[in-house]
């Protein structure tokens, strides 16, 4: 069945407002979109919103469970539609692309701690960080420009 914004508004009773829809229609458009990029296609789709009323729509959407805020280490926050599962995120170091790589068990919390404490662990936070594979075929395009060691020397015939 397909995400019909409007419907999931009300099945979680929220009013629908065309800010709400437009963020929710943004963040179900762009998986992995940060705020900035979310108030951009708000505004060429209804006009003027603050950024502070956009990070308000998110967090309320966020919270109600109908998107998905992920906080990856030193880049801002990134919003999902992909709710209810336990996947992961892939983030290359360099360009910062995200994608998703399901979780090998399944339900939170995946791994489990050697020692718990006596807390009541719900989840796992796992990010696998690295290179995308552009920037791993670009670092070895570069590495490849570069001019070549004289391998061979000129053999004299005795
Ligand atoms: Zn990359
Ligand atoms: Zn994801
Ligand atoms: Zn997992």
Redesign the pocket.
């Known amino acids: 069945m397909p995400h019909d914004p409007a419907d999931l508004l009300l099945r979680r009773g929220i009013q629908v407002t065309a800010q709400r829809l437009a963020v929710l229609r943004a963040v179900i458009g762009q998986?992995?979109t940060t705020a900035d990029a979310v108030a951009e296609v708000v505004r060429t789709e209804i006009g003027a919103i603050s950024l502070q009323s956009v990070y308000d729509t998110l967090s309320l959407l966020a919270t109600e469970g109908l998107i998905?805020r992920?906080q990856p280490a030193g880049s801002p926050a990134r919003f999902?539609d992909?709710v209810g599962d336990n996947?992961h995120?892939l983030i290359c170091r360099i360009c910062g692309r995200?994608v998703?790589v399901d979780c090998a068990v399944g339900f939170a919390p995946c791994l489990t701690a050697m020692d718990g404490k006596g807390y009541e662990i719900d989840e796992a936070e796992v990010v696998y960080w690295g290179r995308c594979p552009d920037c791993v075929a670009k670092s070895r395009a570069s590495s490849r420009s570069e001019p070549p060691l004289a391998r061979r020397r000129s053999q004299r015939r005795k």
Do not use: Q, W
Request: proline letters at 0%; hydrophobic letters at 20%.
């Open positions: 998986a992995h998905r992920i999902e992909r996947h995120h995200t998703d």
